[in-house]
């Protein structure tokens, strides 16, 4: 079975079209009109080994708020829905990633529980004309839709640039981890019986 899943959402501010495939190859094709974010969506699918289409116009006129908040809408429901019924997943992912200067960690739990925490302070409002603000945006909308607990920490860095960017590719190597099936779960990894 193919753990993949289509989104479409239209509102008066952004038309996103999404597919998102968990069992992937790593390819991507990506147009957000958001440079900074079109590039950290293809890292995050590379590090992932998923495979992630994504073309989004927004009201990039106004500020690209919208835009990233939506596509991480998309995203996690898309993650959701793929996920499917969860038996047999591995549910839990930790990774750290380097970059440079910089080192991230992502720990994620894919529980019905949606929670994000953020530790992480960049030394720039901007990273090139992103806005650093929307990293928790993004990473808090895709939590929610997700319905994942999502804990991301940079432990330290002196480039703003590569520490969102270790923390894009240590998200997708972390959801890889927690969507990966494990031949020795049975059913849904979870006392509860449910996820």
């Known amino acids: ?5 289509s989104v479409y959402r239209k509102t008066n501010e952004t038309d996103i079209k999404l597919t ?3 069992d992937g190859e790593g390819k991507s094709d990506i147009e957000t009109g958001v440079p900074f974010m079109t590039h950290m969506l293809d890292l995050f699918t590379k590090h992932g080994q998923f495979n992630l289409t994504v073309d989004a116009k927004g009201d990039i006129e106004v500020d690209d708020h919208h835009t990233t908040e939506d596509i991480g809408i998309c995203l996690g429901q898309a ?6 019924d969860k038996k047999g997943i591995r549910r839990y992912g930790n990774a750290f990633v ?7 960690q992502v720990v994620v739990d894919l529980s019905n529980r949606p929670h994000l925490e953020m530790r992480a302070e960049f030394p ?10 929307l990293v928790h945006e993004f990473l808090w909308k895709l939590a929610l839709e997700a319905r994942m607990n999502l804990h991301v920490i940079v432990h330290y860095g002196k480039n703003t640039h ?3 960017e270790a923390v894009f590719k240590a998200l997708g190597r972390a959801l890889d ?3 990966m099936i494990d031949p020795r779960i049975k ?3 979870s006392t509860k019986g449910m996820l």
């Not at 993650?79 to 499917?84: C, H, I, P, V």
Request: aromatic residues 4%; proline residues 5%.
């Open 1 to 5: 079975m193919e753990r993949t899943s």
């Open 20 to 22: 998102f495939t968990i």
């Open 79 to 84: 993650l959701r829905e793929a996920l499917g």
């Open 98 to 104: 380097p970059m440079d200067e910089a080192l991230a």
């Open 124 to 133: 720039s409002q901007k990273a090139g004309n992103f806005d650093t603000e």
């Open 162 to 164: 590569h520490m969102i």
């Open 177 to 179: 981890e927690a969507t």
């Open 187 to 189: 059913g849904i990894p």
